[in-house]
């Protein structure tokens, strides 16, 4: 199946590594026009040398008016992939202030406000769009020590439907996808332990974790033409373990 982004403008945010990098370099190689944002420059400016297409833009899109600002100056968007998140664990009974105020800063206010900003664009220009949030399984299935993690991915859901219901009349689509451990950089790190590895794969019915080709691969084919008729839709990338 052939997905073809010419004539287009995408921007993903946390594109600076892991799945937004790879889904920044497969949407270019589908023909989109590519603006990448990420806090990293020295990152941003690795992926421009491997793809020089892209239009790189360092933000940290925790800044509310900063981002407001800088996406007023990116030009028209087609296309847009809420990446950008951060994690951490903590117990029920000992969670710092300050990580609640970092996680729902970055993986709700955040993203949300550069979904409002790219949205009025395209009301104004009165043009069809699609929007993808990076979600998780944690916002469908108790994981131990990611209670914060899991309320803000839970908002992500409950954002993306209301989203998907108000502004489905004017052509734009907005899904979720909700991904299992997925081999990142960052993935193999965590999980390379079978002690730790070994207890949720039992859990997981196809017996593995995710590639990140995987995420990116249904990530691109929500943004495409051919789920012309999805919308609302929260798809977990589990191998099944949601459905246990």
């Known amino acids: 199946m052939e997905i073809n982004f010419k004539g ?98 970055i993986n709700v206010k955040a993203w949300m406000n550069v979904s409002q900003c790219v949205v009025k664009q395209m009301l104004h220009r009165k043009v069809p769009g699609a929007i993808v949030n ?8 108790g994981l ?25 009349s004017h052509g734009i689509r907005i899904n979720c996808v909700n991904p299992t451990v997925i081999m990142t950089d960052m993935g193999r790190v965590g999980w390379s332990d079978p002690k730790v590895a070994d207890p949720m794969i039992e859990k997981i019915p196809l017996k593995r974790f995710g590639e990140v080709h995987e995420v990116v691969d249904t990530i691109l084919f929500l943004l495409s033409d051919k789920a012309s008729l999805i919308t609302g839709v929260c798809l977990p990338i589990d191998g099944g373990y949601t459905a246990v």
């Not at 995408?10 to 190689?29: Q, Y």
């Not at 990076?134 to 299935?141: D, E, F």
């Open 8 to 105: 287009k403008r995408a921007l993903v945010t946390g594109a600076s590594k892991g799945i937004g990098r790879d889904l920044a370099i497969k949407l270019a190689k589908c023909g989109a026009e590519v603006v990448a944002i990420a806090r990293s420059q020295e990152l941003l400016e690795s992926l421009k040398k491997e793809v020089p297409s892209i239009e790189i833009v360092t933000l940290d899109v925790g800044d509310w008016k900063k981002t407001q600002e800088v996406l007023s100056n990116v030009g028209p968007i087609d296309l847009l992939v809420n990446n950008a998140a951060v994690a951490a664990l903590y117990p029920v009974t000992n969670i710092p202030e300050e990580h609640f105020d970092q996680l729902f800063n």
């Open 134 to 141: 990076l979600s998780s399984k944690a916002s469908m299935a």
């Open 144 to 168: 131990e020590g990611l209670a914060v993690y899991a309320a803000t991915k839970g908002a992500v859901d409950a954002y993306t439907k209301v989203a998907a219901l108000e502004l489905g």
